[in-house]
């Protein structure tokens, strides 16, 4: 599986900001989460979605201001982030694992296929 992200940038507070995911090799099984990596600080879960069962979960600091979809089609993976706060800046990455279990989607132990980052900045 190999992921390509993108449609980071520099937004100010209040903003909406898309990011994309282009996933490759991708099957029925395959979960696809977005992590994200301030300065200084250790990688943190900020959404994941099941292909096949269509499941979402999401981390704490974004539950209600981001939300997670997938286009089949286009194998795609989107994550719509409204609201933006300065402490949202950071690199966020996709990954992918497979056969992975609803509990286990926040874990970034279970994703074995990563993207390249792109920067969100979020600043007035």
């Known amino acids: 599986v190999q992921l390509q992200a993108s449609g980071g940038g520099l937004v100010q507070p209040g903003d909406s900001l898309t990011l994309s995911c282009v996933v490759s090799?991708?099957?029925?099984?395959?979960?696809v989460g977005w992590f994200r990596q301030a300065p200084g600080k250790e990688r943190e879960f900020v959404s994941a979605?099941?292909?096949?069962?269509?499941?979402?979960i999401y981390g704490g600091s974004v539950k209600g201001r981001f939300s997670i979809s997938k286009d089949s089609a286009k194998n795609t993976v989107y994550l719509q982030m409204n609201s933006l706060k300065p402490e949202d800046t950071a690199v966020y990455y996709c990954?992918?694992?497979?056969?992975?279990?609803?509990?286990?989607?926040?874990?970034?132990?279970?994703?074995?296929?990563w993207g390249q980052g792109t920067q969100v900045t979020v600043s007035s």
């Open positions: 090799g991708r099957t029925y099984s395959t979960t």
């Open positions: 979605i099941r292909w096949g069962q269509g499941n979402t």
């Open positions: 990954a992918a694992g497979e056969r992975l279990i609803v509990s286990s989607m926040n874990n970034e132990i279970h994703y074995k296929n």
